[in-house]
């Protein structure tokens, strides 16, 4: 059984007492910093001088100062920089600025598994990764409710390390809805897992499949549309909301039997047979290697692959569809 932390098992006291610097203002950045905020926390935001969030911060009442500053400020420095260059970041900025005593705190433990960065011996080094997006995070903690987190432990040279990480998890909300113990191992491997093989790498290539074999069959793109697309996020909810089982028991009979049925000549052993190589390449470190030298060449396979899907019949009609949705045009 998962171990899972609650509100009662933290002491956000804790973190209150620690100075905090949240190193990146983006999609997660920006919520644990607001969110330590609002709880009381003392943070500051680290960035580059020519980092575009800089005035976003400021904006929204944050101080901020160069990552090599928050590096000598801080007690505790949480990593929401993107991946790759997270370990230029942390060489660059602030490896030389470190005392013992310190917490490195990250939302993700790609740069640790795939030894982007090799902390000090004498540091802290957890993860406090919520399960959704930034905005996900700000918007619920402002309402009052959370999103679940992960927490793992890399190095505890205090002995205290897991406490500050559950800690800054009730400072940005998690523990409202429960904090469960992994590894930086674990969350990774799977977060990418997950990613690839089924939320941002499955689903759309789905979706993608889906559209064009309606609309080779004579089928108005609109509908095509509609089908295999707009209808997704019905589907997704309800899972989310009721498991599979209870989503089966909110769609029609015939639905349900047409799921049971088809669903696994569409995803099945093939498509297992594929997900068990997307997860040794994960798992032996290929992924990583190929993810970091396409962002030291300047991403020209990702920028190629962006722009070809967004000329997709699908994402044509999509746009169109959703601006009828809107009201507009």
């Known amino acids: 059984m998962a171990t899972i932390f609650r509100e009662s098992d933290t002491d956000p006291a804790l973190i209150r007492s620690r100075k905090v610097a949240v ?10 910093a607001l969110n330590l905020r609002d709880s009381g926390v003392e943070v500051r935001v ?25 590096a000598r400020w801080a007690d505790v420095l949480m990593f929401c920089t993107p991946d790759v260059p997270m370990g230029d970041i942390f060489c660059e900025s602030v490896h030389e600025h470190l005392r013992p005593g310190q917490t490195l705190l990250f939302a993700h433990g790609f740069s640790i598994v795939y030894k982007q960065i090799v902390p000090p011996p004498f540091l802290d080094v957890a993860m406090v990764s919520p399960k959704g997006p930034g905005v996900g995070l700000r918007a619920n903690f402002l309402a009052g409710n959370g999103l679940p987190a992960l927490v793992a432990i890399h190095q505890d040279s205090t002995g205290a390390a897991l406490s500050t990480a559950l800690s800054y998890a009730s400072g940005i909300g998690c523990a409202r809805l429960g904090i469960l113990l992994t590894t930086f191992t674990e969350e990774t491997e799977t977060d990418l897992f997950g990613e690839q093989a089924v939320l941002c790498g499955g689903i759309p290539e789905l979706i993608k499949a889906g559209f064009d074999t309606l609309v080779e069959a004579g089928y108005q793109p609109e509908v095509a549309y509609f089908e295999c697309l707009h209808e997704t996020k019905l589907i997704v909810d309800l ?11 909110s769609i029609s009979d015939t639905a349900e039997w047409g799921g049971f049925v088809q669903g696994p000549k569409i995803v099945g052993e093939e498509a297992k047979a594929a997900m068990r190589v997307t997860l040794r390449e994960i798992q032996n470190g290929k992924f990583a290697k190929d993810w970091i030298a396409e962002n030291h060449q300047g991403i020209p396979r990702l920028s190629r692959m962006r722009t070809e899907e967004a000329a997709l019949p699908v994402e044509r009609v ?12």
């Not at 899972?239 to 028991?249: P, S």
């Open 239 to 249: 899972i989310v909301a009721k498991g599979l089982a209870g989503m089966r028991r």
């Open 23 to 32: 190193l990146g203002y983006g999609n997660q950045g920006h919520a644990h």
């Open 46 to 70: 680290g960035l580059h001088a020519t980092s575009q969030s800089k005035e976003k911060a400021e904006r929204e009442g944050l101080r901020v100062e160069s990552v090599e500053d928050c």
């Open 318 to 329: 999509g746009a169109e569809m959703r601006g009828m949705m809107r009201g507009e045009g």
